[in-house]
């Protein structure tokens, strides 16, 4: 029984994996993706205040709370989907690639905006910023560094795959840890021998 | 996983001991950005630059990976399983609350203290998975 039990964890493939991480990093990406956009058109119509706590900040920390959870909720899913019984490092798989999916997701919906919407998004976006940078109270040495860096990033463009390399270990090793969150909350305890 | 977050810590610390210019701009800048606001005045600096996430962010990183490092030491003590998802529970409350009093001005937080409970926060979120270690063995 026990056997038949472990047989069943040890026959999840691959592929198992694929409908929860790409539901949830699908909905996560997409809206992670319409928060930011909100908020960048909030930075971008906004008169320069010089706060720290500018819309394209408050986007920064919400998409960023929001996204973790999707490990978390993916492993949930799984547990109701495919198998109740997972393992730690199954859940660790299926956290890291709900990450990927969700980096995938936003790149290439920024990319559909920026090419097909909004050509200007990005300078419009960068404008804002640099303005509010400009009126914010620090030494005049962080606020030149700050604006130099963003001109720099800009200039150097970004290519998807650069945007792909840079976005998926972060938003996949995020989701990797809430995963296993999920794992100890919605899965059944699996005996496993490390 | 012990090396990932061994990396997050070390890539977090931002262009300084890169040689670079600027953390903004910098690969590691670019690593963190859509996950941390990158804000100058709430990071502390390493060579003279920012680091590439800010103290909270950086508090965070460090308690995963001594969270981590920790999981053999709490199978040893045996620490209540429940326990640690409620400490972790109480570490996001306590994240919410200071960064509402914060932005409604009824305190001000300042790096250590954003350090500190980002750190407890961290730690709480690794830690809070080692009973899934722990054999009948």
Redesign the interface.
């Known amino acids: 029984m026990i056997e038949e039990e472990n047989n069943e964890v040890h026959s999840i493939s691959f592929g198992d994996y694929i409908p929860s991480a790409a539901i949830v990093g699908a909905i996560f990406g997409l809206v992670s993706f319409v928060i930011g956009l909100f908020f960048g058109y909030q930075q971008i119509n906004a008169e320069p205040t010089g706060s720290?706590?500018s819309p394209?900040?408050f986007s920064?920390?919400v998409?960023?709370l929001l996204t973790s959870v999707a490990g978390l909720l993916a492993v949930w899913h799984f547990t109701k989907e495919v198998s109740q019984k997972i393992k730690?490092g199954q859940g660790?798989v299926l956290g890291f690639l709900t990450g990927a999916i969700i980096a995938v997701f936003s790149v290439f919906l920024s990319e559909f905006w920026i090419l097909v919407i909004d050509p200007e998004y990005s300078e419009k976006i960068l404008s804002a910023t640099i303005a509010n940078i400009e009126v914010m109270e620090?030494p005049e040495s962080?606020k030149d560094?700050?604006i130099?860096?963003?001109?720099?990033?800009l200039e150097?463009g970004?290519s998807i795959l650069r945007q792909l390399f840079?976005?998926i270990?972060?938003?996949g090793?995020?989701n990797?840890?809430?995963a296993?969150?999920g794992?100890?909350l919605f899965a059944e305890?699996v005996?496993?021998?490390? | 996983m012990l090396v990932a977050l061994c990396f997050l810590v070390l890539f977090s610390l931002g262009g300084g001991i890169w040689g670079a210019q600027s953390t903004i701009g910098h690969w590691t800048g670019e690593l963190f950005q859509g996950i941390c606001h990158q804000n100058p005045m709430r990071s502390y600096y390493v060579n003279d630059l920012q680091m590439a996430v800010n103290s909270r962010c950086f508090g965070v990183f460090i308690g995963l990976l001594i969270g981590w490092i920790s999981i053999p030491l709490m199978l040893r003590a045996k620490v209540k399983k429940n326990l640690l998802l409620w400490f972790l529970l109480l570490a996001v409350i306590v994240q919410i609350i200071d960064f509402a009093g914060n932005l409604i001005q009824i305190w001000e937080n300042s790096n250590l203290t954003r350090l500190i409970l980002g750190g407890w926060l961290g730690f709480a979120t690794t830690s809070s998975v080692y009973d899934l270690f722990q054999t009948n063995n």
């Open positions: 720290f706590f394209i900040m920064g920390i998409v960023c730690l660790a620090m962080q560094a700050m130099e860096g963003m001109m720099e990033s150097g970004q840079i976005g270990p972060v938003s090793l995020l990797l840890l809430t296993l969150i794992v100890k305890k005996e496993e021998s490390f």
